[in-house]
């Protein structure tokens, strides 16, 4: 096995991912103490404490305390572990995901959302729209589109969307980076907004999957690279900022959820 020069987080996860499921690493079986890995593979140990993080939130590894972390991989299909699965899906595929999705949460919103619902949508995209930090327009990004998804009042299609916000996020990095995506896809926010409070299913539905489409036309041939590679190359500063894009990605998600609850 090849180990590059100046290891970052991703990439000693994506190390230590392929162990685990080459079998290299079986169920069961201890990692290495945090001081061998940091050893083996010649970085920090602050590093390696955020990989194994890393590798818990996918369900990969399991620590115990006073006994070790251990590989753990039965976790590998829960409801989070969508993204773990889809680690090197591409942008393509999330949009397509999503539009199955949100075309129907959508629909189900201009039908059922409350005026309460409403007049949050309403301010989520206003502050979209008044935001110069890309973290925090992809935060209120992603919370409208849950609370679209709430709107529906089908508690299913809300956790199933839930379940790939990391995705989201990634996606809406690599537009917010890009610019031209943001530019065309804003106002189709808004026309969707605007069909749900007019209580048109069919044009809620339509402007969703428009928006969501808008990626097909500005993203070229990034349209097929996987998702995580976009959201670094177009959120390089910010990646170094929080350290990682696993870093960045859960400190997004996390604050929305929170905010929602």
Not at 52 to 75: F, M, N, Q, W
Request: proline share 5%.
């Amino acid at each position: 096995m090849t180990i590059p020069n100046r290891l970052s987080v991703d990439q000693l996860v994506d190390l230590l991912e392929k162990e685990i499921l080459s079998g290299r690493l079986p169920t069961g079986a201890a990692l290495p103490s945090e001081r061998n890995l940091s050893t083996e593979y010649g970085v920090g140990r602050p590093l390696v404490r955020e990989a194994i993080r890393s590798l818990a939130s996918r369900g990969l590894v399991e620590t115990s305390p006073g006994r070790g972390t251990y590989v753990h991989r039965g976790g590998r299909f829960g409801p989070l572990d969508s993204v773990h699965l889809a680690r090197h899906a591409t942008a393509r595929q999330v949009v397509e995901a999503r539009v199955s999705l949100e075309s129907q949460t959508a629909g189900l919103a201009a039908e059922r959302a409350t005026p309460e619902q409403i007049e949050l949508l309403t301010a989520l995209l206003e502050r979209v729209g008044s935001t110069r930090d890309p973290v925090e327009r992809s935060r209120l990004d992603l919370a409208f589109h849950l609370s679209v998804a709430r709107a529906s009042n089908n508690p299913v299609l809300e956790a199933m969307l839930a379940s790939i916000a990391p995705l989201m996020v990634q996606l809406m990095m690599r537009s917010i980076g890009d610019g031209r995506t943001a530019e065309r896809s804003h106002p189709l926010h808004w026309e969707c907004l605007d069909a749900i409070r007019a209580s048109d299913r069919a044009a809620a539905s339509a402007a969703m999957e428009a928006h969501l489409r808008v990626a097909d036309d500005t993203f070229g041939d990034g349209f097929d690279d996987p998702i995580q590679l976009g959201a670094s190359n177009y959120a390089r500063s910010l990646v170094t900022d929080y350290g990682s894009l696993d870093a960045l990605v859960e400190a997004v998600v996390g604050a929305t959820i929170r905010s929602s609850n």
